[in-house]
C-alpha cells in the first residue's frame, strides 16, 4: 500500500512519511520515494528473517545473536501487485538485482505500470490535469473540504447507491477518504506523477530483465479499466508470440472483475484463485 496514503492524521501528515535517509523528502508525494518505501520494508523484511533464523546464545548472562546469523540463507518472494503497485514492483526488481534473484514469481492484478488509457481521449485529460498540478490540486482539496460539511447519510447515499459501495466498512473507509484534504493532497500529488512519468508502451526491458529470474503471471479484467484496458493484454500476447517479451509471463482474463475489485466482495473469489492458481504453477 502507499505510505502516506489513509484517513488518520498520522498517517497523512505523520513523520512516517518522511524518507529517514534525507529527512526532507515527502515519500508519498514522489513515486521514487513510494519505490524507497518498499525498498526499506523488503529489507525489513529480510532483517526480520535473519533474526528469526538466528539461534540465541548466551554467554556470560548476555544473550548474542550476532555472532550466529547466517546471511547465507535469505529470504525467497513472491510479490502480489495491484493497479500501480505493478510499477513499484517493477522497478524494485530493477533497482535490486538482490531481491530479484531470489524473486519466485510475480503477480501482477489489472497493472497500472503504463498509461495508455482506455477510451482514447481520457489520455488528454487527464495528461491535462497532470500538468496543471496546482489548479489540480486546489480543486480537489476544496472539494474535499466541501464534502467534510455534508451529512453523513447524503455521503453513504451516494457510495451506496452510485459508486456502488455494498458494505458499510467499506463506505466508512470511502467515506473516510473523501473527506479528507491531506489524503486528496497525498493521492493526487502522486497520482499526476504517475500520469506524467508512466511509459505509454510496456517496458519490455524491465521485463526480459525480470523474465531471467523469476515467472510472472497478470490478471486483467473488464468493465472498460482504463488503467489496464483489453487491449493491453493483446499487445503482451502478441509481444509474448514474436518473442520481444519473455515467454514466461502468464497472461489471463476475467471480464465481470472491476479494477477496484477490493470493494466488491463477490469478486474476491476470482482474484485469490488467480493468485493461488499462480503460487502452485510457480512451484
Known amino acids: ?14 513523520s512516517n512519511i518522511q524518507d529517514n535517509r534525507t529527512g526532507d523528502k515527502k ?6 520515494g513510494q519505490i524507497d ?25 548476555d544473550t548474542d545473536t550476532t555472532s550466529t546469523i547466517d546471511t547465507t540463507i535469505l529470504p525467497e518472494f513472491i ?31 489489472m497493472p497500472f505500470f503504463r498509461f495508455d488509457p482506455y477510451p482514447r481521449w481520457k489520455n488528454s485529460v487527464l495528461s491535462t490535469i497532470a500538468n496543471a498540478p496546482d489548479i489540480s490540486l486546489g480543486i480537489l482539496q476544496t472539494t474535499s473540504k466541501i ?30 477518504l473523501l473527506t479528507n484534504p491531506d489524503y486528496a493532497r497525498n493521492f493526487l500529488t502522486l ?23 523469476s515467472p510472472s503471471y497478470i490478471l486483467y479484467c473488464g468493465n472498460v479499466d482504463q488503467w489496464a484496458p483489453k487491449f493491453h ?13 519473455p515467454n514466461n509471463i502468464t497472461l489471463a482474463y476475467v471480464d465481470e472483475l ?3 475489485f477490493v470493494v466488491y466482495p463477490d469478486m474476491h473469489g476470482p482474484v485469490v484463485d488467480f493468485a493461488y492458481a499462480s503460487i502452485s504453477h510457480a512451484n
Not at 1 to 7: C, D, E, F, I, T
Not at 91 to 107: E, G, N, P, S, Y
Open 191 to 213: 497520482g499526476m506523477e504517475e500520469i506524467r512519468d508512466l511509459p505509454a508502451k510496456h517496458d519490455t526491458g524491465a521485463l526480459k530483465i525480470i523474465g531471467e529470474h
Open 27 to 32: 515519500i508519498a508525494w514522489t513515486v521514487n
Open 79 to 109: 510479490f502480489i501487485s495491484h493497479s500501480i503497485g505493478a510499477h513499484l514492483v517493477q522497478r524494485l526488481c530493477i533497482l535490486r538485482k538482490d531481491v530479484l534473484v531470489r524473486t519466485r514469481a510475480i503477480i501482477h492484478l
Open 258 to 260: 472491476q479494477h477496484d
Open 37 to 61: 518505501h518498499k525498498i526499506e520494508w523488503v529489507d525489513l523484511v529480510t532483517m526480520e528473517f535473519l533474526y528469526d533464523r538466528s539461534e540465541m546464545v548466551t554467554i556470560d548472562g
Open 1 to 14: 500500500s502507499y505510505a502516506g496514503h489513509g484517513v488518520d492524521s498520522d498517517v497523512v501528515l505523520g
Open 147 to 176: 464534502a467534510s460539511f455534508l451529512p453523513k447519510k447524503m455521503i453513504d447515499m451516494y457510495l451506496e447507491n452510485i459508486a456502488g459501495i455494498s458494505v458499510q466498512e467499506d463506505r466508512e473507509l470511502a467515506r473516510g
Open 233 to 245: 493484454i493483446e499487445e503482451m500476447h502478441q509481444s509474448i508470440k514474436t518473442g520481444i517479451t
